[in-house]
């Protein structure tokens, strides 16, 4: 049983470019999160999504990011106009349906570089 | 969600039985708790995690005292791949608005397994 897939790895970009970090959950998994690992600090909670629908965005910034999880295919985490700052690790996460056991097992991560 | 409390770090024999200790005294009736590593910069890997009971699993032990105001996560046979920060993390059981279903990570503990 394949556990939570993010990609890519690692990606780079130039400051005012775009980037995109997916997320496939755990098979069986509908309910997705999202976390910030700024460089030497803990994980910070961004945003919890179910298919089609954002349920807690309230770790998410203003400004420039923005979360989806469509019906068919990843959840993806869009950063628009990448800054210095916003290089970090990103994590995804996944449970089951809430009511059968909402423990959340994270991806490897996606690991921004903003040049 | 209630606030945890960690030793920053510990060290720990190869072969010995590392216990962290995790106080979190302000936790409500309708909280568990859970516990989380990272290894180096792996994405978190869940452990166990439980309610009022002890619980036991293939990786470790969760001793939680009567009163729920602190716990102990035992590692029985210490090696040295599970050196890494183990995060002690208070959650709500049930869903109850935003921001109930993000786990918080705190600083943890860094654990060294010494050879």
């Known amino acids: 049983n394949a556990g939570v897939m993010q990609n890519p790895r690692h990606l780079v970009r130039r400051r005012g470019q775009e980037a995109r970090l997916r997320c496939s959950p755990m098979?069986?998994?509908?309910?997705v999160y999202w976390y910030r690992q700024l460089p030497e600090e803990g994980l910070k909670f961004m945003v919890y999504?179910?298919?089609?629908?954002?349920?807690?965005e309230s770790g998410m910034p203003k400004e420039r990011f923005s979360a989806e999880f469509p019906k068919e295919g990843p959840s993806i985490l869009r950063i628009q106009q990448v800054v210095r700052g916003d290089s970090a690790a990103y994590f995804c996460?996944?449970?089951?349906?809430?009511?059968?056991?909402?423990?959340?097992?994270f991806g490897p991560g996606t690991r921004l570089l903003v040049l | 969600d209630a606030k945890t409390t960690q030793p920053p770090s510990m060290d720990c024999a190869e072969g010995r039985a590392a216990n962290l200790p995790c106080n979190h005294s302000?936790?409500?009736?309708?909280?568990?708790v859970y516990w989380y590593r990272q290894i180096h910069s792996q994405g978190p890997q869940y452990i166990i995690h439980?309610?009022?009971n002890n619980e036991t699993n293939e990786m470790a032990s969760l001793i939680i005292t009567e009163d729920r105001k602190s716990s102990t996560l035992i590692l029985p046979h210490a090696t040295l791949r599970d050196t890494a920060v183990y995060y002690c993390?208070?959650?709500?059981?049930?869903?109850?608005?935003?921001?109930?279903?993000?786990?918080?990570f705190g600083k943890g503990t860094k654990l060294s397994v010494i050879p």
């Open positions: 999504l179910q298919k089609e629908n954002i349920i807690d």
């Open positions: 439980g309610l009022k």
């Open positions: 302000t936790i409500s009736g309708n909280e568990y």
């Open positions: 996460a996944s449970s089951p349906a809430r009511g059968q056991g909402e423990t959340q097992y």
């Open positions: 098979k069986g998994h509908s309910h």
């Open positions: 993390i208070v959650r709500v059981a049930a869903y109850s608005g935003a921001g109930s279903y993000q786990l918080t």
